[in-house]
């Protein structure tokens, strides 16, 4: 990605078109698949396009605009972000500010009344009410706008239905779950939070894609589900 070109931009019609003909750049790049997520269950690669349906365990969802790239954007100019580096350690705390707190139940099933499936991911902005599947979309267009190869995988943390991602930055490669935070310490106070990531090898990627469990060096275990398995519940 152009970071001089997107610093540049001083309106919003440029910043829509240059997210627009980003999109349009990784929708051409990624083969498309009409379902991804808990019933379609093949770790899926690169962008998801606003015709992929999303399931999950409780409903199925979709991208139906470009509005939480347009935000994601317009974040990194506001904050002269001229790095890769800068712009991908931006994607959780986005995420994090977008949705609200991880998914409450209670406001999960009151978003959902009235409303028909599939779902707009824009629905649950500032709702509090988004789990680990539509994060994890977010995180994989985000990341894959901005020229990270990245994979979307539902299988388990610790035993539970979970959904994640695989990224892989500067040629190695990472699990990358915005639904698990890590906090961050200075001098012994809390500072912050930030996405869980961790590196893995490529024996563990191997086994990610096969449907293995991965034992993770914090004792956490995650795991993805063999293809077209449809499961029942959710985290």
Known sequence: MDFDEMLAIENKEDLVKFVDQLVQK???????????????????????????????????????T???AYLFFRGLIGGKVD???????LVYYFIRKYFGLDGDEKEREKLFMGNIEPFSIDMFRGKNAAVCAERAAV????????????YYIVGQLDGINHAFNVINYNDNYYLYDASTEETVYEN?????????????????????????????????????????KKLNNHK
């Open 66 to 68: 470009n509005e939480y």
């Open 83 to 89: 790095n890769l580096d800068r712009a991908a350690n």
């Open 26 to 64: 990784n929708e051409r790049d990624t083969e498309h698949e009409d379902v991804i997520g808990f019933e379609h269950s093949v770790p899926h690669k690169g962008f998801i396009d606003n015709n992929t349906l999303i399931t999950n365990a409780d409903s199925t969802v979709n991208f139906t």
């Open 188 to 228: 012994g106070k809390v500072k912050d939070w930030k996405a869980y990531i961790k590196p893995i090898n490529d024996e563990n990627l191997e086994s990610l894609f096969k449907g293995e469990k991965v034992d993770m060096p914090d004792g956490r275990c995650y795991s993805s589900f063999s293809p077209y």
């Open 139 to 150: 995180a994989q267009n985000l990341f894959s706008l901005l020229g990270i190869e990245s």
